[in-house]
């Protein structure tokens, strides 16, 4: 498989985010045949000593887990996005470092996030969530429904909730955390922490300095420690938009950047391609809803963000659900991944049949399930 290019993950906060809200973002690239759908879970109570399945173990279950809405590659039990009930919004990106990625199964960086969904109801909580299972149980496995070979990365992490955001950068079970309260904040596929660490494992620095890695003379600079050689730190595409907006930022701006191809921010190749993207919007008024805009389809290009809010009583979930494979999933029988199968939902198979459509340059206005889901103009 080609290397994959880089996806981006955005927080804005006010004064530089319009009317007191604070903007969450977020673009997943992944192989283009990949499937992407959004879930809703309800808040759940558990059975003392019971066990979660995530995508290749199992882990403790605790007492209670809040409602979430995850978008997530149809295959596996974790998100590369979401949000739950109390407005923590997680994003996840892989990345490379000097420590070379696990490639036995344990915990993906996607199924911390929703882990940390489920337990956190702040971002300062879901952080120490992911930390704790990290040290429990590690990281690693493969990233893809690929049986020829194992693509496994490191993590970092976009935590955000109404008043502050951290962000999580990890190789192995070590980590780094930052935390942000103000202006545009960016990540990607690199590490991005410098010397600013609010938070870290209390093994990092010696940690590196056994490595020689660190001196421990100079100044602590996370990302120049622990970067491959070769990896050179760039600046987040994307985040120039932002911070050249005159205006306030809004959700339009950040749906923009997001469909933003010439930045890079938004992905189309041969092998890789945009195939779900997340704007949310998260007033630090207590006393008005988070809102959270889906595609749930490829290419936001080409996609509706469609708005998901959490009520008490009546759910509206938007209907993405891919078919249910249960046990008989490829991607839980071992040897995994030995078959391919189609997980493609209507909603897929929907935006799928009105793309081919437009890139046969003809006009078409279509209705799905009563709602309109695109006027389709001539490229």
């Known amino acids: 498989m080609a290397v994959a290019p880089p996806s981006y993950c955005f927080v804005a906060f006010p004064p530089r985010a319009k009317d007191g809200l604070v903007v969450f973002g977020k673009n997943s690239a992944r ?8 879930v809703y879970f309800s808040a ?9 399945e995530c995508t290749y173990i199992s882990v403790d279950q605790v007492p209670r887990t809040h409602a979430i809405v995850i978008s997530r590659p149809a295959w596996l039990w974790g998100a590369e996005m979401g949000a739950n009930e109390h407005g923590v919004c997680i994003a996840n990106e892989a990345v490379s470092t000097r420590e070379p990625a696990a490639e036995r199964e344990a915990l993906l960086g996607m199924d911390l996030v929703r882990l940390g969904l489920e337990r956190g109801t702040t971002a300062k909580e879901a952080l120490d969530v992911i930390v704790s299972l990290l040290q429990e149980h590690g990281q690693g496995g493969n990233y893809y429904e690929d049986a020829s070979s194992c693509h496994s990365f490191q993590s970092a992490f976009l935590i955000v909730d109404r008043e502050e955001a951290w962000v999580l950068e990890t190789l192995g079970k070590f980590w780094a955390a930052e935390r942000v309260t103000e202006g545009v904040k960016c990540i990607s596929n690199q590490l991005s922490l410098t010397t600013k660490v609010d938070e870290e494992h ?13 001196t421990g003379e100079d100044e602590f600079n996370f990302s120049q420690v622990f970067s491959p050689a070769d990896d050179h730190l760039d600046c987040c595409a994307g ?6 907006q005159e205006e306030s930022i809004t959700v339009q701006t950040m749906i923009d950047v997001l469909r933003d191809k010439a930045s890079g921010v938004c992905i189309d190749s041969e092998s890789f391609l945009t195939t779900a993207s997340v704007a949310s919007v998260l007033p630090q008024n207590r006393s008005l809803p988070c809102i959270h805009y889906f595609t749930g389809t490829p290419d936001p290009s080409r996609s509706i963000f469609k708005p998901f809010i959490f009520v008490d009583d009546v759910k509206l979930v938007p209907k993405t659900r891919s078919p249910c494979f249960g046990d008989d999933d490829p991607a839980k029988k071992e040897p995994r991944f030995q078959e391919k199968p189609d997980r493609r939902h209507e909603l897929y198979k929907a935006h799928e049949w009105a ?6 340059d003809q006009w078409v206005q279509c209705e799905y399930e009563g709602m309109l889901i695109g006027s389709c103009c001539r490229h």
């Open 31 to 38: 192989p283009r045949d990949e499937v992407q759908e959004v």
């Open 44 to 52: 759940a109570d558990h059975e003392p000593e019971s066990k979660v």
């Open 202 to 214: 209390p093994e990092l620095r010696s940690y590196a300095q056994s490595q020689g890695w660190w």
């Open 239 to 244: 985040k120039d938009s932002l911070d050249k």
């Open 355 to 360: 793309r081919s459509i437009l890139e046969s």
